[in-house]
DNA sequence: TCTGGGGTCCTAGGACCC
DNA sequence: TCTGGGGTCCTAGGACCC
């Protein structure tokens, strides 16, 4: 599209007022509102380590331990040697008992963070995730943000965006040279600190790209605004992967193009970039240049739902893995339950060492709601991986139909029925239909709707 | 950085249909 | 009947995000 975007067009609709609300290392901040001691400590939230092992990762570090090279996704073990665990109660700086991880794995690279001033007792507190907790503290920001505009679009428990151009405005205050804009976000900030008690960094701007960037620009605690006509002048200088969409995959081939910056994507030749990176390219390129025209939208309907574990040591027991996918597939078809969700498509994913990633996956005539199916389909799915180690499966469903959703209650019962009725269309072979006509279709819709729950 | 868990979107080849 | 073209669905993999 970019290609034919008109020259001289600036930027885009200079009209609206985005925001994107982005909650500061919220597992933290979670951690802190129950456990007010932990404030200002090093705080490390993850999964994993509780038990002594050593094979989870950091799902949230706070600012603090983020100054000891502690960071999201990195294992939990790299993580205990660069800041060990503390042993007494918070405040009380004990020394780190009971470190679990050896010593000897003392990585000789230099990190620039890691105990950079002589810090060298410094220690952290870790807590094991607690989602549902979280998610309790979240339906709290979520009610104040759905206050402050009309449509709200959720991207993740810890972050949002806000169109809120009919509550406020780009002109300027009256008394100084701040806008409106500026101080309405402010405003939204500070009830979320008010009413729920867990910091936020704020971006606005005209459009959802730059309302991103703008909200990482200055985390913690930050508020940055970017005014219509000035989203170049604020995206020029930052790296390429400030902008959403560039990985580290993405990052590395443009700078072998000599694309460093955002104002260099910005200036690149759209056609190169289509050229190498596809419709993406151009999305990109627009995104440097200031130009995103999507809609703020409230967050729709899941498309898949998964579950997916990894074993403590990659495992070639087939029994293991057999019984893992099961439980896998029991979980995740009790979560589609009470979503309401019925599924058409069931997958399975095997992580074969060092790190291949492999997915299966058979589509259904129809929709179901079948556990037995699910975990049926996914066995015989694992069976292709037989005797080969796994260092992780996971079991998957898909192409989701809501009985609540768009389709009509009428639709949802053809659709359940069809399954059942040996429908004369069936694209499967005998093999998977054989076991879906097993299918307990006749009371979907209604069952589906009585174990709908919201708050899940 | 040797890798946890839950998602989204895109691409590309093949099957199948008209 | 040796070979056109378009459209859709299915599957596997990859990049990315939080």
Request: proline share 6%; net charge negative.
């Amino acid at each position: 599209m970019s290609g034919e975007t008109l020259p001289g067009v600036v930027e885009s609709d200079p009209s609206r007022i985005v925001l994107h609300v982005d909650m500061d290392c919220f597992y933290a901040s979670c951690e802190r509102l129950r456990e007010p001691e932990l404030r200002g400590e090093p705080l490390v939230v993850g999964m994993g380590y509780e038990h002594g092992e050593t094979f989870g990762a950091v799902a949230t570090a706070s600012y603090e331990a983020r100054e000891f090279g502690v960071d999201s996704a990195q294992p939990i073990s790299q993580a205990l040697e660069r800041l060990p665990r503390a042993g007494g109660a918070p405040g009380s700086h004990s020394d780190a008992a009971g470190d679990p991880s050896g010593t000897d794995g003392k990585d000789g690279t230099s990190d620039p963070n890691a105990d950079a001033d002589g810090d060298a007792d410094a220690v952290g507190y870790y807590r094991p995730v607690d989602l549902e907790f979280y998610r309790s503290v979240a339906a709290s920001v979520k009610e104040v943000l759905h206050d402050c505009a009309d449509v709200v679009r959720e991207v993740s428990i810890d972050e949002a965006y806000l169109d809120v151009t009919d509550r406020t405005a780009w002109q300027r205050a009256p008394d100084g040279d701040r806008t409106l804009a500026e101080g309405y976000a402010r405003h939204v900030k500070q009830r979320i600190a008010r009413e729920v008690g867990v910091p936020a960094s704020v971006g606005v701007a005209p459009n959802m790209s730059a309302a991103k960037i703008a909200s990482d620009h200055d985390k913690p605690d930050g508020l940055v605004v970017v005014e219509p006509g000035r989203v170049r002048e604020f995206l020029d200088p930052l790296s390429v992967e400030a902008v959403h969409g560039v990985g580290p995959v993405t990052a590395d081939r443009l700078a072998s193009m000599g694309v460093e910056t955002a104002g260099d994507l910005a200036a690149a030749n759209p056609d190169e970039l289509r050229a190498a990176f596809g419709s993406r390219g151009a999305e990109l390129y627009d995104r440097a240049r200031g130009i995103d025209d999507r809609e703020v939208t409230p967050t729709g309907r899941p498309k898949s739902l998964s579950r997916e574990s990894a074993f403590a040591e990659a495992t070639d027991d087939d029994g293991e893995k057999r019984e893992t996918v099961a439980a896998l597939a029991a979980d995740v078809t009790a979560r589609a339950r009470n979503r309401g969700a019925t599924y058409r498509t069931i997958g399975i994913k095997v992580v074969v060492p060092p790190y291949d990633v492999n997915t299966r996956e058979r589509s259904l005539s129809g929709p179901v709601d079948d556990p037995e199916l699910v975990e049926d389909v996914a066995l015989e799915l694992l069976a292709e991986f037989e005797g080969e180690p796994a260092r992780k499966v996971g079991v998957r469903v898909s192409n989701l139909s809501f009985a609540d959703g768009e389709q009509s209650q009428l639709d949802g019962w053809e659709g359940a029925t069809d399954v059942d009725g040996g429908d004369p269309t069936a694209d499967t072979d005998g093999r998977s239909t054989a076991s879906a006509s097993v299918s307990q279709a006749e009371h979907d819709g209604q069952a589906s709707l009585d174990q709908f729950d919201p708050g899940e």
